[in-house]
């Protein structure tokens, strides 16, 4: 399941990746070329440093879906949560095996979505007042 996992992850990374590389301000991008900046120094310098709080809420996002992915994943053998809460809490008919499996991923989902926001909160250059 790794394999198509990473297959549908990446095309999704790359355009949210690209959507945060393209909100950051254009002056900054002029400010940059008027100061003789050359291309990969404004990719490494304003680009990325600029996109990163984005960038990071968009990884947050990918790994949140491919948590799910992965639990959709145990449906069809691909083991995991998914597998032990389809084989154990459904088809044996033990429900409270299914609801550990369900607040077991929310705990997770809730996990990495808390310290994506967090990180992507400290990142952020502009919430921060001098």
């Known amino acids: 399941a790794t394999v198509p996992l990473t297959s549908a992850a990446v095309p999704f990374i790359a355009r ?12 900054l991008i002029e400010a940059a070329r008027a100061f003789g900046a050359s291309p990969l120094q404004i990719v490494r310098k304003v680009l990325l440093p600029e996109a990163l709080p984005a960038v990071t809420l968009a990884l947050t996002l990918t790994l949140v879906s491919l948590i799910g992915y992965s639990a959709m994943v145990g449906a069809v053998g691909g083991g995991g949560l998914g597998d032990l809460g389809i084989r154990y809490g ?4 033990m429900p409270d095996v299914m609801l550990v499996v369900v607040l077991v991923l929310i705990a997770l989902v809730q996990g990495v979505q808390s310290i994506g926001d967090t990180l992507a909160r ?9």
Request: charged share 45%.
């Open 90 to 93: 459904y088809q044996r008919f």
């Open 122 to 130: 400290r990142l952020d250059k502009r919430s921060r007042r001098s």
């Open 16 to 27: 949210v990746v690209e959507a945060a590389v393209r909100e950051v301000d254009q002056g």
